[in-house]
């Protein structure tokens, strides 16, 4: 499965900015972004499952929300009410039907205070 990531950039804090992810398949059981900052490992901050199911960290609630367009292959991640905290490069990252996991190449979201 190739993943194909889009949407970074530059916010202000308050701001807002979408992240994409077009996969080359459909047959997806689980899809997630994650975050990494310098010097630290990938964080998953949210997830949705083929069935529905939707998970997200306790520092993103209420401010992000994962979703999902199946016809296009791709899901999404809208943030809003960005903070500095939420720097860093976010990458898709997919489970197929038989759980092996694919990763997107990163996109750099950076928030300014």
């Known amino acids: 499965v190739q993943l194909q990531a889009s949407g970074g950039g530059l916010v202000q804090a308050g701001g807002s900015l979408r992240l994409s992810c077009t996969a080359s398949?459909?047959?997806?059981?689980?899809m997630d972004w994650y975050r990494q900052v310098p010097g630290s490992p990938r964080e998953v901050v949210a997830s949705?499952?083929?069935?529905?199911?939707?998970a997200y960290a306790d520092s993103v609630k209420r401010r992000f929300t994962i979703s999902r367009d199946k016809a296009k292959n791709t899901f999404y991640l809208q943030m809003n009410n960005l903070q500095p905290d939420d720097t860093g490069v976010y990458y898709c990252?997919?489970?197929?039907?038989?759980?092996?996991?694919?990763w997107g190449r990163g996109t750099q979201v950076t928030v300014s205070s």
């Open positions: 949705i499952t083929d069935g529905g199911i939707i």
């Open positions: 990252h997919v489970d197929d039907a038989s759980f092996r996991d694919y």
């Open positions: 398949e459909s047959d997806l059981a689980v």
